[in-house]
């Protein structure tokens, strides 16, 4: 079974605070994603990866930003939280090729306070 | 752009009767279609994909899904709902990056 896991189920940091979400997979997909997740408005991407060291915007990218050093291991990065990034955030990753099914972590559910 | 709407928040159904889940997409080309469900506190998992040849796809837990190219369409079906089947379903389109509508969320009464 494709595993994918997330740092974390639940974090709680204060405003101003540095944030990294790690996801890391272990079906050697190429791509690798990070979406939030909010009630009424679905999932929305954030940034995604095809390869190590490469990084696409998605539709929400302001306020984060990603490292991808190794194939398997994608990060998120909140480099000053603020309140309005309490949400949850949910990793994917997929083959380059195929059927591009995506498949997901558990998710991390953050608080900024 | 693609894009995916989802036009039900949320759908009450008995518990053994039939579902549809409305989907319609925006897409440029041919697209690739599918349907995720998220239990309360799970991640999402896949329940069909479409990409090409017949368009009645069958998927797991025993959901179907319609692809009608004319309406722009992926609608879900299951004949009889199940209890375990209350859940958040999230419709997508996409090849690599993948877009995902709002969600609907299933209510199954007894």
Not at chain 2, 65 to 73: H, L, P, T, V, W
Request: hydrophobic share 35%; charged share 20%; with cysteine.
């Amino acid at each position: 079974d494709v595993k994918v896991t997330q740092s974390s189920r639940y974090l709680v940091k204060r405003t101003g605070e540095k944030v990294f979400l790690e996801c890391v997979q272990d079906m050697d997909h190429e791509n690798m994603f990070w979406y939030r997740q909010d009630p009424g408005l679905g999932l929305r991407l954030i940034y995604f990866s095809y390869d190590v060291k490469m990084k696409e915007k998605g539709d929400i990218p302001e306020g984060y930003s990603v490292s991808r050093e190794k194939k398997e291991r994608f990060s998120l990065i909140l480099e000053s939280a603020s309140t309005n990034q309490t949400s949850m955030y949910l990793c994917a990753s997929s083959f380059f090729e195929g059927s591009y099914e995506q498949y997901f972590g558990p998710g991390t559910r953050l608080t900024v306070t | 752009a693609q894009s995916v709407t989802q036009p039900d928040i949320h759908i009450t159904v008995s518990e053994g009767a039939s579902l549809e889940l409305r989907c319609n997409y925006s897409y440029g080309a041919t697209p690739y279609l599918f349907w995720y469900v998220q239990s309360p506190g799970q991640g999402l998992q896949l329940l069909l994909k479409y990409f090409s040849g017949d368009t009645l796809v069958q998927g797991i837990k025993g959901f179907e899904a319609e692809f009608k190219r004319s309406q722009s369409s992926f609608n879900l079906r299951k004949p009889s709902v199940h209890w375990s089947d209350a859940a958040e379903y999230f419709c997508a389109v996409g090849v690599g990056d993948m877009r995902f509508g709002a969600g609907t969320r299933l209510t199954v009464k007894p």
